[in-house]
């Protein structure tokens, strides 16, 4: 049975940074993976946290809810006081989400967001009640804050969501540009199109380094327009007899928007299924951000059972597959209001993220049998990702003309295009284009821009429940095991004075065989146990227990595996009685 | 903690099925599934069976090997007696694999098989050596060989791999096509272009029921021929300056001839690393499938070593990124000879299975990050499926002119799209197209094709190692469980007499939390044990132990959850001495 590795390039522990007249940048996530991005800018005593996000666990990391970035270098020495401010560049979670792990162990500092990225942390933080109130500061288009020795400028970008915000950091050693998530939209939903006037000023006053979005990297051509979304999704709004269920994520405000502004069209109105969904539609719509005419908003779901099924949108979570998302509970009849009806059609208006194929195809398949029309994105364009491709890419690097380029955002063979392709076609120097890890320190001078020796701790952080970063590789790789053999747990009581087993030993066995079945195996195991056992214990020496123990566990091993070929985890337990 | 559902569709036990003089057809696998390919035909006293397949396993079934039909229908009152022949199709496992698990439970019937497949069954069967010698008789495109009343001919059909055969079964109602797996190909490579003048001919005998491949039935126009593939992998072999590491599946042999081809005009030398990649080169090689000259292949792979790098060619397995497989240990450093250099080009020459996406990412940003270059199917025409797609099934059914359309092999997405093609692209009436679940019994008649109301159990049957069918979903939610949040083993030994506990309880857990940082917890936990038992021992009454035991499940389980928000497997055993 073979634990799968886990990908580790910043074992180091030595987490001295040298003190120098360099800006230091620190990603802490986000290099190398998607999602988890948070990075630091030091300078002297000055330290900037750029965004605070989680990512999703890997499929080897069952039980874990999300991975955090490491702050070990902040919390060594309460360097964490230096700390002048987090700024956020917008609501996702991957941007955000680490917020509650992180926040209060780093002695609460100021964080500047916009409007609807501040009013999705707040939410959030409903669920964290014993912890003290966020201290956070609206900022927008334009706004400019000065915190310690940087100066930090706010220019909006166009992404999935509103209010996400590109920064300009004045530093010492010249200003860096961090492009967020982004895309250019002439045709945006929701919002205004990309300034590009804005991003010339920006590039013209000079860029030392470029931090740049690198999700898209490796994709041809430009992003769809929101628009050309809007325009399929109004043929399928057109022709559906039926109801539409339309499953998106929630955090894809604009999007949501667009199904608003279809049903109204089409004279549908909506009911929403999913706790992240509901509560999207919730903030947007009090921080003026989703636009509905009154009463295409339905209060409950169940709802829109009193209406025609022409006249019904159902906008729901889950078009991932996940298992107690609003679209699988529909499916599989689950839903207490909501099942589905022959003609009825399904709009996957999202992406599959890797991984989730399977059961996004079982979703597919559950609809077809119970003979509702499904679209998704490979047979039409009813989804565009949020993210710049090749062409809009080497226009933002053509625009701010950097000195030195960081691609930031994605798995390493992103990183890797985005660096190629700032060499390859805009022109820049291998020397100054940085492929940098996440933990690496890299020193920005005016002339240099260098990945040091030194490397600051940046493991996974695992969050389990209640349980942060006390996960650890012991506890993942037993629950790998576990889950693919099973356990054998055996109980023998051995009279202190006889060394024999008293009665016979108690096994407890979950995942392994079924036990009702196995009477035979279990009864050859307890012949074995006792006789291994007492070959020791009866030979009149005083019984060294963990060698007892050892022997029965390798014994009783071996001899599982030849009769099934599995290998549960074998645990024996010896109590002294008499 | 939520436990995924299986999607069952059959469940009823019902086994008897009319006799009648329909020809009963009665699939028992690869409906609204890829993989685990086995259909029935059974005509009175007659059962033909067609494949023998096994699939892999979800990934909510860890430690899983495969699952294979259910095969209760043959077994209940012997009537595998009435089994007049096995024919296979192909050497693919998802129609062979399932032999080795099966063919000795159904009486031994003989097998029927193209020289190549034979050589791969016989082969995978040395793993089974205590099992009865195989029974199989060689045929090639064109047999015709007499099964009870069924007359079976054999006839070429294009797929990646050679000796695939479709069917053409003579039965008292008419005569059924079977396609096999299978695609057009005009240029394929090493073997001849589809014979259309041969299906002309089985076209114009009649066809009463066409059995057909829907693998492709949801991709739009024509699958690429091998032809394109080799053009372009030419020029990935003409540009690369190091060595080439190609990972296919062991499976696509043609893709196997590819290589060896190219690597012979690029003067270069081939090593082969994984168990299955060098079995099928042995096997290809002997039986003559597989041409090369004198000196190209070599015996060690680490005879690579001694060549200049771009004399050398190794062609590997685990292009899915698989844990154990020979690309994952080149990259890793694991394997004892091979591991990357800079300059390596790294051609994936297949696609991604769905689920597999995010190790395939792995390996990439793994090789990358070594210097190699790597090649993959998204980037450039080097891998094509082995499947028609939907220009070359409607070439199929028109050329065929079924009465009746019945698709088989592939998700219900694809079933449904082969169906909906045959209707609105091929002119076939609705209720001549039968879109059947595994173990539905199809009545066809001269006039008539029905679902019947019967069905047969089509279960999936799991194997775990030694075990065929002993995993069913007990084990199986077990694991699930204890992968999530592991167990927690309490042991109270209780004093008869007076119903104290004594000493401490021991406690084993594993996947729960890190023990050694948990002392608190476990000190809780224990003191909760003793109070929970104790208040039913000592209160004078007999001690129903049942209730006692559930009490300490409850309430431990409770107080768990509530410090760690985790619920691991709670299993108190209790031990009366004294």
Request: proline fraction near 4%; charged fraction near 25%.
């Given at each position: ?115 609807l ?43 999935s969501i509103p ?24 045709f945006p939903v929701n919002e205004e ?32 327009s929101e628009k050309d979304i809007f325009e399929n999704m109004d043929k399928i709004f057109a022709s559906a007899k039926g109801r539409i269920i339309m499953a998106t994520f929630s955090?894809l405000i604009n999007r949501i928007q667009q199904a608003v502004t279809l049903s109204e069209k089409h004279g549908r109105k909506m009911g929403f299924i999913g706790?992240?969904m509901k509560?999207n539609v919730e903030i947007t719509k009090k921080l003026g951000y989703l636009k509905s005419q009154k009463g295409t908003l339905l209060k409950k779901v169940a709802d829109v059972n009193n209406l025609p099924d022409n006249q019904v949108t159902i906008l729901c979570t ?8 609003g ?11 909501i ?5 009825d059609t399904i709009v996957?208006s ?25 679209f998704?994105?490979?047979?039409m364009?009813i989804h565009a ?194």
């Amino acid at each position: 049975m073979e634990v799968k590795k886990y990908r580790k390039y910043n074992n180091k522990k030595n987490i001295k940074v040298e003190n120098s007249n360099a800006l230091k940048v620190i990603p802490l996530g986000g290099l190398g993976e998607v999602g988890r991005n948070m990075c630091l800018l030091e300078y002297k005593d000055s330290i900037l946290i750029i965004d605070m996000g989680f990512r999703m666990p890997e499929e080897d990391m069952p039980g874990i809810d999300y991975i955090i970035p490491d702050i070990s270098y902040l919390l060594e020495n309460k360097r964490y006081k230096n700390v002048v401010g987090v700024v956020i560049t917008h609501g996702h979670y991957d941007h955000i989400g680490a917020i509650p792990y992180i926040w209060n162990r780093i002695g609460n500092p100021p964080i500047y967001a916009a409007p609807l990225s501040r009013g999705i942390i707040l939410k959030r933080q409903d669920e964290f009640k014993d912890q003290k109130k966020l201290d956070i500061n609206e900022v927008k288009d334009g706004s400019k804050i000065k915190l310690g020795v940087f100066e930090v400028e706010f220019f909006r970008q166009n992404h999935s969501i509103p209010d996400n915000m590109g920064l300009v950091i004045k530093t010492p050693v010249g200003n860096v540009v961090h492009t967020s998530d982004f895309k250019f939209d002439n045709f945006p939903v929701n919002e205004e199109p990309t300034n590009f006037k804005k991003l010339e000023r920006i590039g013209k006053e000079g860029v030392q380094l470029l931090m740049c979005d690198s999700t898209g990297a490796e994709e041809l051509g430009h992003s769809l327009s929101e628009k050309d979304i809007f325009e399929n999704m109004d043929k399928i709004f057109a022709s559906a007899k039926g109801r539409i269920i339309m499953a998106t994520f929630s955090s894809l405000i604009n999007r949501i928007q667009q199904a608003v502004t279809l049903s109204e069209k089409h004279g549908r109105k909506m009911g929403f299924i999913g706790h992240s969904m509901k509560s999207n539609v919730e903030i947007t719509k009090k921080l003026g951000y989703l636009k509905s005419q009154k009463g295409t908003l339905l209060k409950k779901v169940a709802d829109v059972n009193n209406l025609p099924d022409n006249q019904v949108t159902i906008l729901c979570t889950g078009a991932q597959g996940e298992e107690n998302a609003g679209l699988m509970k529909v499916t599989t009849g689950e839903h207490p209001s909501i099942s589905i009806k022959p003609g009825d059609t399904i709009v996957f208006s999202s992406s599959v993220i890797p991984g989730n194929e399977r059961t996004v195809q079982m979703l597919k398949d559950d609809f077809i049998r119970q003979k509702a029309n499904v679209f998704h994105y490979k047979m039409m364009d009813i989804h565009a990702g949020g993210h710049a491709q090749r062409e809009e890419l080497k226009e933002m690097i053509k625009t701010m003309k950097p000195k030195f380029f960081m691609p930031v955002h994605g798995q390493y063979s992103m990183l890797f295009a985005n660096s190629k392709l700032a060499q390859d076609e805009c022109g820049l120097k291998e020397e100054n284009v940085i492929i940098a890890d996440n933990g690496q320190v890299i020193n920005i001078t005016p002339d240099k821009a260098l990945i040091t020796k030194k490397a600051v701790p940046a493991e996974y952080v695992m969050v389990d429940g209640l349980g942060i970063g006390d996960v650890g590789e012991v506890v993942i790789r037993d629950r790998q095991m576990l889950s693919k053999d099973g356990i054998f747990v055996i109980i023998a009581v051995v009279n202190r004075k006889t060394g024999k087993v008293q009665e016979s030993p108690d096994i407890i066995s979950r995942g392994f065989v079924y036990l009702k079945e196995s009477k035979e195996l279990l009864y050859q195991a307890r012949k074995r146990v006792i006789a291994t056992i007492e070959k020791t214990t009866t030979s009149g020496q005083v019984a060294n227990w963990t060698y007892v123990k050892d022997n029965v566990r390798n014994n009783l091993g071996d001899f599982l595996f030849q009769k099934t070929q599995r290998r549960p985890m074998v645990l024996p337990v010896i109590i002294e009685v008499g």
